[in-house]
């Protein structure tokens, strides 16, 4: 099974910064990534789907890149509702399609 | 309006069983792949089980292969699971999710809010 691994667990920004969270597969898995936003007690929310596609109505501040083994998702200015944990998923070739293990944003 | 909404969690002592429902509604159910993926409390998300629009198709996570098992009523627009021999690391909050083929891959556009499973004596 392919194993995905974020970077970092945890991360600590202020309001207006650039910020990168990195995702790491296993083996290649192309373009098959997708990204979520979770914030406490709700369900995760779909933000950009096959690395880089944003999904809509997502703020243009989100964006995705990478192929193959490594990913990235930046959020380009901080706003304060981007406080939350944010998970990559891996969709290459058949389930299981696992997840990260999650990287947290806090407020510095 | 898309909504999916999950019902049938509760307190269930080990090896036990329970049955997990989503009802959808908003959009064309019978089109659409499903999955279920879990939260332990505090702990980050697990992809549980895959069905394919028709019922053809199903996947499990090893985590829960030959305990589990995913199913769908098209004619009623609900998904199922159900879940046997349950074990306290099945504690968790399941959820369904819509899933959507775009650019090739695969991703969860809609989510339900979740039922919350307790495994525990």
Known sequence: DIQMTQSPSSLSASVGDRVTITCR???SISSYLNWY???PGKAPKLLIYAASSLQSGVPSRFSGSGSGTDFTLTISSLQPEDFATYYCQQSYSTPPYSFGQGTKLEIK | EVQLVESGGGLVQPGGSLRLSCAASGFTFS???MNWVRQAPGKGLEWVSYISSSGSTIYYADSVKG???ISRDNAKNSLYLQMNS???EDTAVYYCARVIAVA???SADYWGQGTLVTVSS
């Open chain 1, 25 to 27: 597969a296993s083996q």
């Open chain 1, 37 to 39: 936003q979770q914030k």
């Open chain 2, 31 to 33: 089109s659409y792949e």
């Open chain 2, 67 to 69: 305990r589990f098992t």
């Open chain 2, 86 to 88: 349950l074990r306290a």
């Open chain 2, 104 to 106: 090739g891959t695969e």
